[in-house]
């Protein structure tokens, strides 16, 4: 059974300190997503890749976020320095293609920043 | 940019009613357009989607149409349970840009034994 694997799942850290998820997509799949989920904004897209090139982060805050893909095997969204505002479950969905279809999301992580 | 836009954003029903959420979108270029299930703590599910060439499509219990000249569409469940208890999000998609999504703000559904 396929998934989408992130880490961590849960993380509470302190305003200023650096975070790092982690997303491991499904093999095969060359679409990389990240999303934040809060109350207020439901799930807004922060960055997205295909074939680990990155298409669009203009969803994303430039000054403190960043992601990459180093392989094919992962994708890292960074926070630094972290916010108490960035508190949010992060979403990392991967897809098969070009193609509309599916997106297969990971169980997500859930960040507090103190 | 494509913006998607969510009514009702809470719906609460009895169980065996229907339950219908609505989504409008921006961009006449969307061609592509999912439902996502999540269920309190888990992910976003796809549930079922529905393509501009086509009006309605049912699955079962759920049903999608999609009014492509009014840029809406709409998610209807029937004979509810409560096991149908989730957020459901509907999203947008142009279709040449590798599956990006952009969902609405979601429905808090919840169904009343």
């Known amino acids: 059974d396929a998934r989408v694997t992130q880490t961590p799942r849960d993380k509470v850290t302190e305003m200023g300190q650096e975070v790092t998820m982690r997303c491991q997509p499904i093999?095969?799949?060359?679409?990389v997503f990240w999303y934040r989920q809060t109350m207020m904004q439901g799930l807004e897209l922060l960055a997205y890749?295909?074939?680990?090139?990155?298409?669009?982060d203009s969803g994303m805050p430039k000054d403190r976020f960043s992601a990459e893909m180093p392989d094919a095997t992962l994708a890292t969204l960074k926070i630094q320095p972290s916010e108490p505002r960035d508190s949010a479950v992060y979403f990392c969905a991967s897809g098969p293609g070009q193609v509309d279809g599916e997106l297969f999301f990971g169980e997500g992580s859930r960040l507090t920043v103190l | 940019g494509e913006n998607v836009e969510q009514h009702p954003s809470t719906l609460s029903v009895q169980e065996g009613d229907s339950a219908v959420i609505k989504c409008t979108y921006s961009?006449?270029?969307?061609?592509?357009f999912p439902w996502y299930k999540q269920e309190l703590g888990k992910r976003p599910q796809l549930i079922i989607d529905?393509?501009?060439?086509?009006g309605e499509k049912k699955d079962q219990r759920i049903a999608v149409t999609l009014n492509k000249t009014a840029k809406h569409f709409s998610l209807h469940i029937t004979e509810t349970q409560p096991e149908d208890s989730a957020v459901y999000f509907c999203a947008a998609s142009r279709g040449n840009q590798g599956g990006k999504l952009i969902f609405g703000q979601g429905t808090e559904l919840s169904v009343k034994p």
């Open positions: 961009d006449s270029a969307s061609n592509y």
């Open positions: 890749f295909r074939n680990r090139a990155p298409l669009d």
């Open positions: 093999l095969g799949h060359n679409t």
């Open positions: 529905i393509r501009s060439n086509v």
